[in-house]
Structures are given as C-alpha cells and as structure tokens.
C-alpha cells in the first residue's frame, strides 16, 4: 500500500465556506489538482454555481471558487491508500491536516461542507476534538465521486445549492 498526501489549501483570507473533501483521487494526485477524474461532478456543480466550470483551465476554476468565498481542501494531509475509493483508506494510517492553524489563517470561515460520508467522519474523529469549540455550522453533501451512483447529476447539484445560502455568487 502506498502513503499518498493531500494539496495545499485553495483558499483566502477571507473565505466564508470551507468544503473538504478526504483525500485525492489517483487522477487527482496526477494531475496535482482536486476534482481532476473526469467523471467526478465537483467542478461542473461549482461550474453552475459560481461559473468555475470545467472548461476553464485549473487555476481560473480555484480564482472563481476563491472570488466566491469558497476554501477548498481535504481531511487527511496523508493516509495509505492502494486505490481511489475511500473505503480502502488504512485507517490507522489517517494523519490529518492541521486545522487549527488553518481556522486561525482563516478566521471568517462559518460553514463547512463535507464532500461525502468519508471527510465527515474523518473531521468529526480526527480534527473536531482537538479544535474546542469553534462557531461552525457543518453539514455533509453528497459525494461528487463517480463512485456514487446511486444519486444523478441533478440530485447532486439540488443538494449541493445550499452552499449558496445567504452568499452573494
């Protein structure tokens, strides 16, 4: 099995919203950009919700998300993983990133969004305890994966709007 290690944070000082996700795909780490398997909805759904749309090249996308007041980044800083899936991450070999220097860099941060069931559990275990108490409204949406199958394209966007509540995009 091999360690692989999340990205940097995209991400402003004044970022509102914070969405994770766990940890990068295979095409992810290839590619060194989040979102990157061509099957995943992350970038058309923020395409149709702050014009970040897929055709633009990576480093436009990251400028719309951050003129939106968008912070992107993931759970685990590293893990061991022999796939894409999130299921067959190590568990024990979870190291997450450093949160608490993040919300310091990052103090306008209200809402976090996970994208999927694996970056809320991982954040609720690995990174809500050693926080304290931090006035965050968290919320899981639906994977963007194309491992999950079982909600269309559309479901995923109506789910994925309410990041926009009280925003100005």
């Avoid at 894409?84 to 993040?102: C, K, M, R, T, V």
């Avoid at 305890?129 to 965050?136: A, I, S």
Wanted: aromatic share 8%.
């Amino acid at each position: 099995m091999s360690r692989v290690q999340s990205f940097p944070p995209i991400a402003d000082a004044g970022a509102r919203i914070l969405i994770l996700g766990s940890m990068p795909g295979r095409e992810s780490l290839r590619a060194n950009q989040y979102y990157a398997h061509p099957r995943n909805a992350f970038w058309p759904i923020m395409g149709n919700l702050t014009g970040a749309i897929p055709a633009l090249p990576y480093e436009q996308r990251a400028l719309k998300l951050r003129a939106a007041g968008i912070a992107l980044w993931d759970v685990l800083a590293s893990c061991t993983r022999p796939g894409s899936l999130d299921s067959d991450i190590n568990q024990d070999s979870i190291h997450p990133n450093d949160f608490a220097a993040f919300f310091r860099k990052h103090p306008h941060i209200e809402r976090v969004y996970f994208n999927g069931a694996m970056a809320e559990q991982s954040f609720r275990k690995h990174v809500l305890p050693q926080l304290g108490h931090l006035p965050l409204r968290l919320q899981r949406l639906p994977s963007t994966s194309p491992a999950n199958a079982s909600l269309r394209f559309e479901q995923k966007l109506e789910a994925w709007k309410t990041i926009l509540e009280g925003e100005r995009i």
